[in-house]
């Protein structure tokens, strides 16, 4: 009797423990939307002075804060295509209920721009490290094909200590045809300052 306990209490926690990570998103979700809902009420709050005026103030306001939780978690703010269900209902196929819904979509696009106004627009992405961010940048660049042929001049090459350039010897003077002088030998080109190999 105890064994096949234990063989069930086994199997339990082998179960609950597959589903953690599920678990976990389901509990960040959870809390994203609640924190959403709260900032769109709260938003609600501060801008519904601008709106007193309105036929459909409650539909409004439903819109209103969808839009704003949209944005919220990440999306671009448009208007969806359908209404929520709610409005599906035969009690919204009236002339008075096409303005409901009209008020809603309207509500929706307010709330949409008054969260990028707000500046949540971005608050739904995790932010990496600057590094990463600089690695990313740099392997989406396209190398410069004429880079090396660009005519820039970088200095003397690097040497190792020790180590020296080859100089030309100077070539010996030959006489003028015409005049029957020498012709003056240009100076021998200095060695050039070596760096120490770094």
Known sequence: M???????????????LTGCASMYDGMIGCETGMRNHVLASKAWGHWSWCYEHLD??????????????????????????????????????????????????????????????????????????????????????????????????YGPPLMMPGTEIPVAPPVPATPDHSTGQPIPVPPTPKTPDVRPYE
């Open 2 to 16: 105890k064994r096949s306990t234990m063989n069930v209490l086994l199997l339990a926690a082998m179960v609950s």
């Open 56 to 153: 459909h103030p409650r539909d409004f306001a439903k819109g209103f804060k969808a839009g704003y939780q949209d944005v919220l978690a990440g999306g671009n703010g448009c208007q969806p295509t359908l209404p929520p269900q709610c409005y599906w209902k035969p009690f919204y196929q009236t002339p008075k209920g096409v303005c409901r819904i009209h008020a809603w979509f309207d509500g929706y696009s307010h709330g949409a721009l008054a969260a990028k106004q707000d500046g949540y627009g971005a608050l739904s992405e995790i932010p990496i490290s600057p590094t990463a961010r600089a690695n990313i940048e740099t392997s989406r660049r396209k190398p410069d094909p004429n880079f090396y042929r660009s005519g820039v001049d």
